[in-house]
């Protein structure tokens, strides 16, 4: 059994063409070339056999390993951030010229424009 509506009155009743998708087929993914594999190990094989020694290993043996992940971390977050700056830099700049656009149409129509009657005070006939 269904416990959800039909669905049957959303269906449209005629069909309209699709002028966009109507001219071009679909598009097909292209596919990534197949890459000839050395046969001596799959990829899950090295990824448990490099995990399985990773896990073997002491502490000692890690640290540079470790120095080197903080390292890069702290990197990255520098990274993010003069990105972030960089990206409220942008905003700033296009609210601020957004603004001067609004301003200068300000000017611009408000100038010999006095009543809308077309700024010379004087009937037109």
């Given at each position: 059994?269904?416990?959800?509506?039909?669905l049957s009155h959303l269906a449209?009743?005629?069909t309209t063409p699709d002028p966009i998708h109507e001219e071009e087929p679909p598009k097909k993914k292209k596919?990534?070339?197949?890459?000839?594999?050395?046969?001596?190990?799959?990829?899950?094989?090295?990824a448990r056999t490099i995990a399985t020694k990773w896990?073997?290993?002491?502490?000692?043996?890690?640290?540079?390993?470790?120095t080197r992940a903080a390292v890069?971390?702290?990197r990255y977050q520098r990274e993010v951030k003069m990105w972030k700056l960089g990206e409220e830099i942008r905003k700033?700049?296009?609210q601020q010229k957004r603004?001067?656009?609004i301003i200068a149409r300000g000017r611009n129509g408000d100038q010999g424009?006095?009543?809308g009657d077309g700024g010379d005070g004087g009937d037109t006939e």
């Open positions: 059994e269904s416990f959800l509506p039909p449209p009743t005629t596919k990534r070339p197949h890459r000839r594999t050395h046969g001596k190990i799959s990829f899950s094989d090295l896990k073997a290993m002491d502490d000692t043996d890690k640290a540079p390993f470790a890069e971390k702290e700033s700049r296009e603004l001067e656009d424009c006095v009543g």
